[in-house]
């Protein structure tokens, strides 16, 4: 069910991690070394993501092996959408990938999000991907499409300064491969074409009516890795686990990456979902908790007889 684990999303991204709390990425580093030392000694066969840079940028996975964060993950992730919100040309993914290997050659890198939205025209989502294909498919072993489905504009979209971000915030509901009302886009087939390679990433808001729909789709066209999301804000939620059963028990045909992130209000040190939390212990107990009901180390015993 579970591949691996993400230990946060875009966490050199302000919309994600809150850099007045936290200038230096040192809380980071101190909370991730910890998560994934938890979720090592659940089940070691996990693979530990380091939570997608967005920006890509060589300097802050220096920064982060400086604090020995690298030692405990696996897997470097990056996301990029140059088509959107980068300043660089999408025929650049090479180059920007070649970049974070000289400095961890020794680990996977991942593209966890990589999207090109419709916001324009249908067509230019159209180019992104399969271009996007082309570049990356055999470069890097997984790789996931933001995403599925448009985020409706009702529910807003997880950023700093919503819409006064203009252009940049009504981008992100433009980003899927299904309008919010169902619609298919002319990208959903060119997508098809490339789903045994390339994995999808879509996040599933608390209790999302979605959730069996996307199944669906994934079925209908192929889709082998995704990528989803479980929140440790949400955990304290009436009914959270129940969600957390029911969510992961529809995606347990798909190899997985999970990613656990955003601090509960009442454990940050500042009360928002990007703040560094007081106790990073708490985050690593989630992480925990989430391997051990969702992907439990199988005993030596089991697996020989398997």
């Not at 390339?198 to 729909?213: K, S, V, Y």
């Not at 479980?230 to 990456?257: I, N, V």
Request: glycine letters at 8%; proline letters at 7%; a negative charge.
């Amino acid at each position: 069910m579970i591949e691996a684990a993400m230990l946060w999303n875009e966490p050199n991204n302000k919309s994600h991690w809150d850099p007045e709390v936290d200038p230096d990425w040192s809380k980071f580093g101190a909370m991730v070394t910890g998560a994934a030392k938890a979720i090592a000694a659940v089940n070691p066969d996990v693979k530990r993501v380091l939570g997608g840079m967005s920006p890509i940028d060589a300097s802050f996975i220096q920064r982060l092996r400086g604090y020995g964060v690298i030692d405990h993950v696996d897997v470097i992730a990056v996301h990029g959408f140059p088509l959107d919100w980068n300043l660089w040309p999408i025929h650049d993914w090479p180059q920007r990938i070649a970049e974070i290997e000289a400095v961890v050659p020794n680990h996977e890198l991942w593209v966890t999000e990589v999207g090109v939205g419709s916001f324009g025209a249908e067509e230019v989502q159209v180019f992104g991907i399969d271009r996007t294909a082309e570049l990356l498919i055999g470069r890097v072993p997984r790789i996931f499409w933001y995403s599925l489905f448009d985020l409706p504009q009702a529910w807003g979209a997880t950023t700093r300064h919503k819409e006064a971000e203009g252009s940049s915030y009504y981008r992100h509901f433009y980003m899927g491969l299904i309008k919010a009302d169902g619609t298919p886009k002319l990208a959903l087939d060119h997508y098809a074409r490339h789903a045994d390679s390339m994995g999808l990433m879509q996040w599933f808001h608390f209790e999302d009516p979605r959730l069996d729909e996307a199944v669906a789709w994934m079925r209908r066209l192929g889709v082998k890795h995704l990528r989803t999301g479980l929140s440790w804000a949400d955990s304290f939620r009436p009914g959270a686990r129940d969600w957390f059963d029911r969510q992961m028990e529809a995606l347990a045909e798909f190899e997985t990456t999970v990613t656990f992130c955003f601090t509960p209000e009442h454990l940050g040190i500042e009360p928002h979902h990007t703040s560094a939390p007081v106790d990073p212990a708490g985050f690593a107990d989630f992480c925990a908790e989430m391997i051990e009901r969702y992907a439990p180390a199988v005993p030596l015993r089991a697996a020989a007889n398997g």
